[in-house]
């Protein structure tokens, strides 16, 4: 019987952060988005202003996709000496990034303070110039201390590299994630012919469990919750199957629906692609605590892999014996 498997939702997370990525390859910082440079401050000229009395210096960081730089070089302090006449300063040569950064933030000190304060943020990678009229009480959050971007590549990688060990290794789904599973029909005896046409001799050995046609094994375990079991009917408008007439059994690895003493299978359209569909939710957990040490291990040594043998499509890619010794004893064996 033909079954057609799709990703609906993919996990939140990888189980694996960038952070532990770079210590286990032993790479420094340079594989993020370095934080940016000084900008220049000077007293605008244009009058009064809110920014208060007192010595102020600027900073600027990065915004990108994943994160923020921590703060840049710090400016040259700026004097107000008296904003009832000159306290609107003007800030120029503020530094744009590289082709991920989405935005910049400019921090500020209040008078004399050493802390720097968020005063603005410029919501693109171009704007160069901004004039400071803001009061100490109007500045908002702290500069961020460490550097949260990540490295593009490495991000690439560890999504290539879970998704692989998924879906060609484990079989099965590591953090939380929603599935589809898409059938012809439901359970039936066609779905165990010999080649000869006839129905497979229950007798023959456990390589035939499934002829158990009260049961529907899912794909990608840990099986946590099943959503919904729908169907085409005969009259061909989709349906959803009652959940009281099965079970859902997600100690079985791979998870199960099973029918419930007395109930049957509906009918499903013959002769209907994907009559039946069946979605899921399976994975160890939400958090990256909730996989096997060995799984994430197994990742950051097939990231690693992938980062030091960077080749081109031709060249030849050796298999990695050990990643599946590593796994071995968290693969799921089709059937």
């Not at 120029?92 to 590289?98: E, L, M, Q, R, S």
């Not at 943020?121 to 460490?146: E, F, S």
Request: glycine share 8%; hydrophobic share 40%; no cysteine.
């Amino acid at each position: 019987m033909r079954q057609k498997l799709f990703l609906l939702t993919p996990p939140a997370a990888e189980p694996v952060t960038i952070p532990e990525l770079t210590t286990f390859l032993r790479l420094d910082t340079t594989n993020a988005e370095p934080a940016p440079g000084a900008l220049t401050a000077a007293l605008a000229g244009l009058g009064a202003g809110n920014v208060d009395n007192g010595d102020h210096r600027y900073r600027v960081t990065f915004v990108t996709a994943d994160g923020e730089t921590d703060g840049g070089i710090v400016s040259a302090v700026l004097t107000v000496a008296n904003k009832t006449v000159n306290g609107q300063v003007a800030l120029t040569a503020v530094p744009t990034g590289g082709s991920a950064v989405t935005a910049r933030k400019i921090y500020r000190t209040v008078a004399a303070g050493s802390t720097y304060l968020l005063l603005t943020t410029l919501a693109d990678n171009t704007t160069t110039a901004y004039t400071d009229n803001t009061a100490d009480a109007g500045l908002g959050a702290g500069a961020p201390a460490v550097n949260t971007t990540q490295d593009p590549l490495l991000k690439s990688l560890l999504t290539a590299a879970r998704q692989h060990i998924e879906t060609a290794i484990l079989h099965r789904a590591l953090l939380t994630q929603t599935w589809q599973l898409f059938l012809d029909a439901f359970p039936n005896a066609q779905w165990f012919l010999e080649p000869q046409g006839q129905p497979v001799d229950s007798r023959i050995g456990p390589r035939w469990r499934g002829l158990d046609l009260t049961r529907l094994e899912l794909p990608m375990p840990t099986l946590q919750t099943v959503t919904s079991v729908k169907y085409i009917d005969v009259n061909g408008a989709q349906q959803t199957m009652p959940s009281g007439d099965y079970a859902v059994d997600t100690k079985q690895d791979p998870g199960v629906i099973q029918l419930l003493a007395g109930k049957s299978w509906p009918t499903a359209k013959v002769q209907t692609p994907n009559a039946v569909t069946v979605e899921y939710v399976a994975g160890y957990g939400v958090t990256a605590a909730s996989v096997p040490e060995a799984v994430k291990t197994g990742i950051k040594m097939l990231v690693g892999e992938l980062f030091e043998n960077r080749m081109p499509p031709d060249a030849a890619i050796d298999e990695l014996p050990w990643l599946d010794r590593l796994l071995a004893s968290h693969r799921v064996f089709l059937t």
